[in-house]
Every structure is written in structure tokens, then in C-alpha cells.
């Protein structure tokens, strides 16, 4: 054990001595956040962390998430003295164009690193995905998240704890850097570890307060927490900047790199490079547990009404029978947006997280990471608590498929609290996300199916109440396509709808053929991408497109064809934007569309009244 013992100081120095060397090349960084962690990250690539680092994708591996990402120097170290990465890479931190970012993304060179973190208050919640994943396949791996005493006022962290400690998660445990000073001064709670150890107790979880500097009691901890029969917290009580004079729990150091002079005189004090080669520990070997359900055989078919909603939950159930990488978490609407549908043929692969909606997407962005098909499904206006994990899980590569249900004014009496009158302006400005909006049951089986194999975010809006069938189910629905339902050489106008509003725009268009106005009518199923070239050839041939959506008018559909419109060239003719401008209350579904001036009657006068 001396031997060891001796290691695992040396190691810590190390890196130590390589978060100051790489921060101070990058003249920017977090070397004294990295200072605290080092013991804790060394005695576990040494000894605990259970990886074949030939193969980070070996689903028996161990799983670390560093959630204090602004620490990153420390975890890139680590993967040095591994042989992940180079030293010369190593000194890349923060540089335009190098992989070494200033917080953990996984990129395609460093695969070693399964989620991107910075944004605290979320590794706790990928942990509990990734935990969830393990148990699935059978996997021997156990999931390590590194917390900051920080980021334990995150509600994220609570929930994600609460939620743990329901499901049993015996494989998840969590590592607090409780080294008392934050961004400004010190955390909320200080250096008072029994705060943290009793709210876990109470939590549900085992705790264990320990040195975070003591290499033997690290050891100790970590495998008691490996056999323990629940999560774990350890509580480990540390130094900001430990082992240097000058910062060890100083004030005023968070975020700063030393000069070229200071970070001699502290490498000196940590005793000088080293260059250690670590191997940890290989993974147990195992046989995956096989999945299988009973096939429901073909997907489901409408020649009725139907609510989006309901299609959604229906098509998941289906897809859930036919492919046993997919996986649903619900935020306790389940029957509301029909995802418990999937309890009749996969119900372990059915994730309940109940109301903790940042707990629902970081579980799935853990799930994802470890090859699962994740979808999470809440009222559209519920993701606004969970958009940090969408945005950071587009920064991470992460591949989330969201739906969100009860758009618009259109769900009614339940009022503004329900309504989702942002999120296609929300799910729009995500890097790389599409966003789907079927208009009946038919077009929301295919799209919920496309979704399977989309990369990154996904986004479907559904609708509460049950619309005709506009499609039969042979009808294809390519992502960033649109669907034409009526047009002719006479056409005066073109009305573009989605979802709910596409069955208004096909009634208006009923009345003003009465009136002697031909109207073109398009489903913008696809909101992102949008398809330009239809819409162009619309407005280039009318002269006048009517966008209408249940949605604020802000940042929606209008906006998308405005957007996809001005890039196809100078235009000739006019776009009106119909969409909700002002605060709804409670109402039925017809009485708030009439409100909102999107329903037949309200498209009808806009038109007469523009081309008059």
C-alpha cells in the first residue's frame, strides 16, 4: 500500500503541476479548480475507474462525467497520463481550432469524453442516464460524477439526487470537490461537509465524508461506494490550489492563470514535472442482457380524427416493439402525451422521472451517450425548465429526440400556463435541431420514425385535440420537405399552416372559393429545415403568402419562411404574418383561435382584405 500510496500522491502532483503548465500556456483557465480535484481524479484513473482506454466505447466501462467542467485542465491531465492524449496536446487548451476546450465537449478526437459539460448542475442528471443505460444492458460499469460545491444549488442536482435514490441507482456515485470557494468568494455552505453528508442521508443515498487529499481515504471511499446497495455522495473536503503557498484556499484565484513566473515558482513548490504513465484498471467482462419485446407489428394507421399527441404515443409504442435501442423518459404526463403507451411492450425501458423536466433531458443525453434511441415527452411549454440541457446537448453532439405536447392556444380552458407559444422560436435557435409539426396521425407516425435516425436534436410539437386525416398512411414525409394540398394556375394566394392551424388554412381556403379567391395551401411540416424552394416558387407565383400559426408571432413559422425566403434572392410580393400577439386566458380551442385572428374566419377576412 505505501507503493501505492506513493503513486497516487505522485500522480496528483502531476496533475496538479500539468493544469497549471496547460493553463498558463492558454493564459487563461481554471488552475486552482483543477488544484482541489487532482487527488480525487488520480486515485481514481489509478486505481477505481474501470476503462479500456483502446476502447471508450466498451460498454463494460466505467463512465466519468466531470460537472464541474470549468476544471477541465485536470481531467485533460489525466487523459495524458493515460495516453489518451499528448502533452504537446495537452498545451493546446483553449487554443482556436484544438480539441483541448476550455470546457469538456466530446469531439471526435477526444471519445474518451461522452458529454459536454461547463453549464453546472448537469453531469448529476447525465450520471442518472448513463446509470439507467448500465442497468439496461447488464453492464458491471459504475458511473462516476465529479461535482462542485458550487453547482450544489443547482434544483437540477436535487432532482436528479431525488430521482437516484427512487429508481435504485446503485451503480451512480457522486464525487463533491468541496473546496469552499466559488467564482466570487466562498459557496453558500463553506466548507461545512455535514451539510452536504446529511442531505444526502436524507435524499436516500450513502454518504461518506472524507480528506479530499488523503489518497488512503479516497481509496477507501471509492470502494465502498462501488458495493454500496444505493448511490453515493462522497463529500470530500478540499483546497482550492492545494500544495502551492500562494493559492492554496486564496481568495480571488477562480478563473485565473498564473504568469510564466508564478507558475514556476508553483510547479517548484509541487516538486517539478513528471511524466507518469497511468493504466487503470480493465472493465469486468460480461454478457449483455438481450432485449426483446413483442412485436406490435405494423405501424399504426388513421382514416379518422386523431390527436397528433395520441399518434405520437402510438408510433413510439410500435417503434418501441421494433427496435430495442429505444428508450422513453416522462415527466409524469405520460397519459397526457400518450407515451405510456410504450409500458404495453417495453415497460423497463420506460423511464418515470416524474416532475423534474432537467432531470428528464439530462437522464436522456446519459442514455444517448450510451447508444440508446432516447425520446423524452413533456407539454411543449415544460421544456423551457429543461433548455440548457437541450443547448448544452447540442454542444455535446448528443443525439435528443423531444416531444413537446399541447401547442398553442388550442388546448383551451387550461389557459396560459399550458400553453406552448415559444418553443418552435426555442427549438429553432438550437444548433442543428429540425423541428417537425404534423397535422395528423398519419404524418406524425412517419415523422416520429424519421426521427429515430436523425442526428442531434429533434423536436416534434403535437397537438391535444384530435384533427382529420388529411393523408393516407402510404403519404412520405421527407424532413425538410412541405406537402402542397391544393394548387392551380389561378392561385391569388398561398396559405402556409402546420399542425393545427393547416386544417384552418384548408377551411379558409373552402370559404374564399366562394368568394372567387383561389388559394394555394401548403403544410410546413417541417419547420427546420424548411423547405425553401416550394415556398419561393408560392410566393413567385401568387404574390402573396399568409403564414399562420398557433405560436407567438415572434421567432415561428412566419419567421422561418420570412428567413428562408430572403435567402433565395430579392422578392417580389408580400408575406402577412398571423400568429398570436397578445396574452391568451382560458377559452375553448375555437373561442382563442378566433381570439387570436388564426381561425378559418379570421385567415378568410385577412385575405379578402389584402387583396382588396
Known sequence: MDDRTHLWNEFAAQLAVDSIRCTTAAGSGHPTSSMSAAHLTAVLYAEHLRTQVSDPDDPANDRFVLSKGHAAPVLYAALKAIGAISDEELLTLRKFGSPIQGHPAPVPELPWVDVATGSLGQGLPIGVGMAFAMRLNGSPGHVWVMVG?????????????????????????????????GQRGPTMHGGNASVFRDRAVAF?????????HDVVEIDAAYAEARHADRPTLIVARTEKGHGVSFLANAEGWHGKALSEEQAATAIQELGGERHLTITPPKPESFIPIEVSSPSVGEPPVYDGPAATREAFGDALAWLASQRP?????????????YTDEVLGVA???????YIAEQTMVGAQVGLQALGKVAFSATFGAFFTRALDFVRM???GRADLRLCGSHAGVSIGEDGPSQMALEDLATMRAVNGATVLYPADGNATVKLVTAMCDLPGISYIRTTR?????LYGPDEAFPVGGSKTLASSPDDRVTLVGAGITLHECVRAADALSGDGIVARVIDCYSVKPIDAPTLRRALDETGLIVVVEDHRIEGGIGDAVLEALAATGPLSGRLIKLAVTQMP??????????????DRASIAERVRAAIA
Do not use: Y
Open 465 to 469: 385535440e384530435a384533427t382529420s386525416s
Open 585 to 598: 386566458g382560458s377559452g375553448s380551442p375555437e373561442e382563442l383561435r378566433a381570439w387570436a385572428g388564426i
Open 347 to 353: 415497460p423497463e425501458r420506460f423511464f418515470e422521472v
Open 149 to 181: 460545491d458550487s453547482e450544489m444549488a443547482e434544483g437540477s442536482v436535487w432532482e436528479s439526487m431525488e430521482t437516484a435514490s427512487f429508481h435504485g441507482l446503485a451503480g451512480l456515485t457522486a464525487i463533491l470537490d468541496l473546496n469552499r470557494l
Open 325 to 337: 435501442e429505444i428508450v422513453v423518459l416522462d415527466g409524469e404526463v405520460g397519459n397526457s402525451t
Open 393 to 395: 446537448g447540442a454542444i
Open 204 to 212: 436516500g443515498w450513502h454518504a461518506i465524508e472524507i480528506d479530499g
